[in-house]
C-alpha cells in the first residue's frame, strides 16, 4: 500500500499523561509546555496567593480546588515534531473521560509520587492502557523530597503495574541532597545550576563519570553516583522497543517538576521513543493512518470553553488521511454531510484555525447539538471506529428547578453537559425528572457549579434512591416489550434513547436478571 504524507505524520507524536491525584501530573504538564516553547512562564493550579493557574487547567471549579476535572488539549512543536498533548482529570471520579482519552493516544505517560510508590488509581489506568497495549512512559517525580529509594520504586511499579521497568535516568540523591539526573541512554550527567521553578534553566553536562569535575560538583554523592551506575549496567534491564511500543516494558525517568528537574530529558526521549500515529480498529476493518482517505472519530464533547459565546465543541482525532479548512466530510450517525468551515486547534483554553491536519492530530469542530461522543466522520466509506464506551454509573441524583421559567436552560444545560460525558442523563418511562448518574460524586459538584455559572439556572438536587444501572438489549422485539410493560417504573432511557434498568439496590438487580433471562443487561454501552 502507498503511503500517503507519511512525512508529516511520521512526525507526530500523540499522548495522554494520567496519574493518581497530587502526584504533581498538573505541574509536569506545564513543565513540558515551557520546554517545548508552547508557554513562557509556568503556573501552578495550588499558588493561591498568584492570580496564575496551570494553563491546562481552564474550568472554574478547576482553578477553585486546585484539581483537574476535564481533559485539555494542548498543541505545540519540538525539535520539529508535532506534539499533541492530552493532560487528562487526575481525580478517580472523572476516570471516565480519562478511558476515553486513552482511546484517543499513541501512547501514554504515567506519572508517579516518589515518597508514595503506586497508588490505586494509578493501577487502574494502566488496566485501560494494558487492554490497548499503549506504550508507556514513566516518570518518577517528587525528587526534591524525602521518599522511596530508586530501586525500591522501580520493584514498585514492575510489581504493582505489571509492567518492566529500563531506568533512562537516574536521580543524584534526594530531598536536600537531590542535585540533578544522570542519562543512562546518553551517558550524561544535567546539573542544575538554579531552582528557579517558572523558566527554563541551564544545566551542566559531562559525559565522563571518571571526570574530576564530577567530585568537584557531587562530592560524596559522586562515589554513589558511580556505584548506582555501575550496578545498573550490570543488573537493569536493557530498553527493548519492540516490549516498550507492545506496551510490556516503560523507559523510567527520574527528577521533580515543579523544579524542572529531569523535565527536558522527558521530553527529548518521548519524541525519540514514543510511535506516530497507529492504526486504528473500526467494526469492518483496520484504518491505516498513511491511507490517503480522511477519516475521525471524536471522543470528546465539550461545552462553554467560551462562555460568552456558549459554544459546543467536539474533539476529532484523524485516524487517517489529511484534513484542510473547508473540506466537507460525512457524519455517518446522521448520514449528512458537514462543511468544516473553522476547524480549531487548541493550546489548552486558547485556540487558533487550523488550515491542515493529518492523522495523530486533534482538530475541534463547532458542534450544534448533532455530534456525540463516539460518532465517526470520513470522506463516503461508512466506518464505526470501536472502543469508547459508557459506564454504568453507580451514583444518582434528581436535579429540579427552583424557577419554572429557567426550564429551557435547565434542560439545554443538562443536555449538553450530558453530551461531554460529565454525567449521564436519563429520563424515566414514567416520569418527567431529570435524573443524573454518575461514576463519581465529585462530577456532580462539577455540573452543579457548571449548571448555576456557565446556565444561569439555580436548580436543587436530591438524591434518587437508586443504587446501580443497566443498559437492557434483547433479540426478541416482542420479550423486550413485555419487559417494558412490566418494569415501567425501573426503566428510562439515556441521551442516546437507549433503554437502562435503574434498580434501587443489588438485589434488586439481579432478582429481575433471575426472572428476565432472556433480557440482556450490560454494564457499558458502546457510544454510537
Avoid at 415501567?488 to 428476565?516: F, H, P, V
Wanted: with cysteine; charged share 25%; aromatic share 8%.
Amino acid at each position: 500500500m502507498k503511503k500517503y504524507n507519511e512525512k508529516e505524520i511520521n512526525r507526530r507524536r500523540t499522548f495522554g499523561i494520567i496519574s493518581h491525584p497530587d502526584a504533581g501530573k498538573t505541574t509536569l504538564t506545564e513543565k513540558i509546555l515551557l520546554f517545548g516553547g508552547a508557554i513562557q512562564l509556568a503556573g501552578t493550579v495550588k499558588s493561591r496567593k498568584s492570580n496564575r493557574h496551570a494553563t491546562s487547567d481552564w474550568m472554574n471549579i478547576e482553578q477553585e480546588r486546585g484539581i483537574s476535572v476535564t481533559t485539555s488539549v494542548m498543541k505545540f512543536t519540538y525539535r520539529n515534531f508535532e506534539i499533541n498533548f492530552l493532560d487528562t482529570p487526575g481525580h478517580q471520579d472523572f476516570s471516565e473521560d480519562t478511558y476515553r482519552v486513552l482511546t484517543a493516544v499513541d501512547s501514554a505517560l504515567v506519572v508517579i509520587d516518589s515518597a508514595k510508590g503506586v497508588e490505586p488509581q494509578t493501577i487502574k489506568l494502566m488496566d485501560v492502557c494494558r487492554m490497548r497495549q499503549t506504550p508507556i512512559m514513566t516518570f518518577i517525580n517528587k525528587l526534591d523530597r524525602e521518599g522511596l529509594s530508586p530501586l525500591d520504586l522501580m520493584a514498585d511499579v514492575e510489581k504493582n503495574l505489571k509492567i518492566e521497568c529500563v531506568p533512562m535516568t537516574w536521580p543524584i540523591g534526594m530531598g536536600k541532597r537531590f542535585q540533578g539526573t544522570y542519562n543512562l541512554y546518553k551517558q550524561s550527567l544535567h546539573l542544575f545550576s538554579s531552582s528557579e521553578s517558572d523558566r527554563i534553566t541551564e544545566g551542566i553536562r559531562i559525559t565522563d563519570l571518571g571526570d574530576p569535575q564530577l567530585d568537584e560538583l557531587l562530592g560524596a554523592q559522586a562515589d554513589e553516583l558511580r556505584e548506582d551506575i555501575e550496578l545498573l549496567e550490570g543488573a537493569a534491564n536493557r530498553f527493548d522497543v519492540n516490549a516498550f511500543l507492545a506496551g510490556e516494558q516503560t523507559p523510567l525517568f527520574f527528577g521533580s517538576a515543579i523544579n524542572n528537574f529531569g523535565v527536558q530529558e522527558l521530553l527529548d526521549a518521548l519524541v525519540d521513543l514514543a510511535p506516530p500515529p497507529g492504526k486504528r480498529q473500526t467494526t469492518t476493518r483496520d484504518i491505516s493512518p498513511y491511507e490517503e482517505v480522511f477519516s475521525g472519530m471524536v471522543f470528546k464533547i465539550q461545552a462553554n470553553m467560551n462562555p460568552a459565546h456558549r459554544d459546543r465543541i467536539a474533539f476529532l482525532r484523524i485516524c487517517s488521511g489529511k484534513f484542510t479548512q473547508g473540506m466537507k466530510i460525512r457524519h455517518h450517525r446522521s448520514g449528512k454531510d458537514i462543511q468544516v468551515s473553522n476547524p480549531i486547534i487548541f493550546m489548552s483554553q486558547g485556540r487558533s484555525t487550523v488550515e491542515e491536519a493529518y492523522a495523530g492530530d486533534i482538530i475541534g469542530i463547532p458542534n450544534h447539538g448533532t455530534i456525540q461522543i463516539g460518532d465517526t466522520f470520513t470522506i463516503n466509506e461508512p466506518l464505526k471506529f470501536t472502543g469508547i464506551p459508557h459506564f454504568a454509573p453507580e451514583h444518582f441524583q434528581i436535579i429540579r428547578i427552583k424557577n419554572a421559567l429557567k426550564m429551557k436552560q435547565l434542560q439545554k444545560g443538562v443536555t449538553q453537559l450530558a453530551e461531554e460525558g460529565v454525567v449521564q442523563l436519563f429520563r424515566p418511562l414514567a416520569s418527567n425528572d431529570y435524573i443524573l448518574g454518575a461514576v463519581g460524586i465529585l462530577q456532580f459538584d462539577v455540573i452543579k457549579t457548571r449548571i448555576k455559572y456557565e446556565y444561569g439556572v439555580d436548580a436543587y438536587y436530591t438524591d434518587a434512591h437508586l443504587d446501580c444501572a443497566r443498559w437492557i438489549s434483547c433479540d426478541d422485539p416482542l420479550q423486550l416489550q413485555e419487559f417494558e410493560k412490566k418494569y415501567k417504573m425501573n426503566l428510562a432511557l439515556d441521551a442516546g434513547k437507549n433503554l437502562i434498568y435503574l434498580s434501587k439496590d443489588r438485589w434488586s438487580l439481579n432478582y429481575t436478571m433471575e426472572q428476565c433471562p432472556h433480557i440482556s443487561f450490560h454494564e457499558t454501552m458502546e457510544q454510537h
